[in-house]
């Protein structure tokens, strides 16, 4: 593949345990793909692999086309952010951007000018002579960022560079990642355990468990087609209610059946006649926790204001369009 990120059959073990899994996977040149997973489901690990921080057992990485079975970190096209910025805080923010660049000994002027150009593009032209301690949370991560740019990689890696910020920021923040990747086009590799910043920055999005891939697919499509149960239930919030088939939602004996709680409305004439366990009233929507007869627990999305109290009988009708089906046994899409 010319240009962009290939890996194959990449493997990495400590001890008994598989962190990364066989995992094949291939980034465009130019494309945004975001890794999402549980805690240990081994998505930094990959990451630090194609950066050749870790050397996988087997598999290979290859950047711009290139095997880097024997290339060392410093010598591959990529620029690593890292969660928790990894600024030198004896450095001013300029001192930081210029910092990668003194070490490949750019000439002065030259460095000066791109740290300058950095920082003007990322908005940190005015808190040049600052240190990291005297800069917000989001300031630092532009200066990160900067530091980034100016080594003008193949590719960006991205771990978890949000993480950090609180929700408001983390907001405005994900703008401004879009905004730069579009200047830029680069390629962008960004692991992430927020599911609304994977499902709203990438291109891609790739769902890891168990150190393997599970589902990779545009966002939209992943979200409306879960490959399996695991991607089902980790994808959305509240996420998609799966229950035996045969019960409340149809189906087979061998099959497991699943409805997000957008695809569940309230319906006085509804066929699923449930008890409300749990009003959460979240200002411009209201989630409805219910219990049916057989004892199976459903969750609702609905609209605000809707006068309902925990123990009011309630009746929901699933969106007949919005079932899924899983095997009983394999989980997998059926």
């Given at each position: 593949m010319p240009g962009g990120i290939r890996l194959q059959a990449l493997t990495k073990t400590y001890g008994r345990v598989s962190a990364v899994d066989g995992v094949d996977?291939?980034?465009?040149?130019?494309?945004?793909?975001?890794?999402?997973?549980?805690?240990?489901?081994?998505?930094?690990?990959?990451?630090?692999?194609?950066?050749?921080?870790?050397a996988p057992d087997v598999g290979g990485v290859w950047i711009d086309g290139l095997d880097m079975s024997r290339v060392p970190p410093h010598r591959r096209s990529v620029a690593l952010v890292f969660q928790d910025y990894a600024l030198y805080p004896h450095l001013t923010v300029v001192e930081n951007i210029l910092f990668g660049l003194r070490v490949r000994r750019v000439p002065r002027a030259e460095a000066r000018r791109q740290a300058g150009e950095a920082a003007e593009q990322l908005g940190l032209a005015d808190v040049l002579d600052r240190y990291p301690?005297?800069?917000?949370?989001?300031?630092?991560q532009r200066v990160a960022l900067a530091r980034a740019l100016v080594r003008a990689p193949s590719a960006y890696l991205l771990d978890e560079p949000l993480a950090g910020l609180d929700a408001q920021l983390r907001l405005s923040t994900r703008a401004d990642l879009l905004a730069l990747h579009r200047d830029l086009g680069a390629t962008t590799v960004h692991v992430t355990h927020d599911q609304a910043e994977a499902m709203t920055l990438g291109d891609r999005v790739v769902i890891m468990a168990g150190g393997r891939i599970r589902?990779?697919?545009?966002?939209?499509?992943?979200?409306?087609?879960?490959?399996?149960?695991?991607?089902?239930?980790?994808?959305?919030?509240?996420p998609m209610n799966i229950v035996p088939g045969g019960g409340v939602l149809g189906g087979g004996a061998a099959t497991r059946v699943g409805v997000r709680p957008e695809d569940l409305r309230v319906d006085d004439d509804g066929p699923i006649e449930t008890t409300l366990e749990a009003v959460e009233s979240l200002g411009n929507e209201t989630i409805l926790v219910t219990r049916c007869a057989d004892g199976t627990r459903l969750v609702a999305r609905a609209a605000p204001r809707l006068g309902l109290a925990a123990g009011d009988p309630v009746r929901l009708c699933p969106d007949p369009e919005r079932i899924h089906l899983f095997d009983a046994n394999s989980g997998r899409r059926v």
């Open positions: 996977l291939e980034v465009a040149v130019g494309e945004f793909v975001t890794v999402v997973g549980p805690s240990g489901s081994g998505k930094s690990t990959l990451l630090r692999l194609i950066a050749g921080l870790e301690d005297q800069l917000s949370g989001g300031q630092r589902q990779a697919g545009p966002p939209q499509e992943v979200y409306d087609r879960p490959a399996d149960t695991f991607v089902a239930g980790f994808l959305g919030s509240p």
